[in-house]
């Protein structure tokens, strides 16, 4: 499935990544990895630990709506994989990301903004094997 | 005010999702295609939000202390362990097979979009067995 270019929009809604991971360290010093937010609301350590955690997501819930209302251009959203092989994938995903202790917004946007070479060893190693998983699914075992 | 501002970052960073094509897995996994239908948008992603949190974060950290709590709570594991390898490359496999990352999607919930309470369902499954069999 061809998708559009979009390097201007994507450039905004990823400055806009950025702008929250600000606001998020400088009103609560806490970093914006979406993995460590949602697995600190499963397991919450005090109420009010889980209060901002929930806050959080609860606001990323409403974007679309909030797009929608205010009539700000969204891109479609397409899902070129079938039902199986999603739950094949979180599942994955969810045991690599607690492992790994962080995903694209903790290690990919949040750890390489602190230069830390933990995340950036987390960043290249996620990034070559989505690649090479998606090589091998499209072009070997698709192809 | 934390709550507040939690809210308010969640809204930004949500419409920064929906708005740049991460929510949308076709548009992730064509990132990555580069020898078939490949789109280089979020190449922008990584390279957008990285800039602007460097720059922003250089600014926040000027400070002694955040606006409304009363430390920043940075990571303190340095090292590069196996864990860390093995988890990272894990999370890849995973990523390359649904083309949702747990960021990319949560702002998907509020479209009610079916695929993605599938994800949703088992990546929060995935993540408390993985934390029960390390409490362990």
């Keep these: ?143 | 005010m934390q709550i507040i501002a939690a809210i308010l970052a969640g809204i930004i960073f949500g419409l920064g999702i929906m708005i740049s094509g991460m929510a949308s897995p076709a548009k992730v996994l064509n990132f990555f295609d580069i020898a078939g239908t490949w789109d280089p948008s979020l190449a922008f992603v990584m390279g957008g939000a990285l800039i602007t949190t460097l720059i922003g974060y250089r600014l926040v950290f000027l400070r002694s202390q955040p606006l409304s709590a009363d430390k920043f709570y940075l990571p303190t594991h340095s090292a590069i362990d196996t864990k860390l390898i093995v988890g990272a490359s894990i999370f890849g496999i995973g990523w390359g097979i649904a083309g949702f990352c747990p960021g990319g999607a949560i702002p998907v919930i509020g479209t009610g979009m079916f695929e993605v309470l599938i994800f949703m369902a088992g990546l929060i499954a995935a993540i408390l067995a993985t934390r029960l069999l390390q409490a362990r």
């Design chain 1, 1 to 143: 499935m061809a998708t559009t270019f979009t390097p201007y929009a994507s450039l905004i809604g990823v400055v806009l990544i950025g702008f929250s991971a600000i606001i998020l360290m400088l009103f609560l010093g806490r970093i914006a990895g979406v993995t460590g937010i949602l697995a600190g609301m499963l397991l919450p350590g005090s109420p009010a630990d889980w209060l901002w955690r929930a806050a959080f997501i609860a606001g990323m819930i409403a974007a679309p709506t909030i797009a929608t209302m205010a009539n700000i251009p969204t891109q479609p959203i397409q899902v070129p994989v079938e039902a199986p092989a999603i739950a094949v994938g979180c599942a994955i995903v969810g045991v690599g990301v607690t492992l790994g202790a962080g995903c694209t917004s903790g290690h990919g946007v949040c750890g390489l903004a602190r230069l830390s070479a933990r995340s950036l060893t987390a960043t290249l190693i996620f990034m070559a094997t989505t690649a090479i998983t998606v090589y091998v699914i499209r072009h070997i075992v698709g192809g």
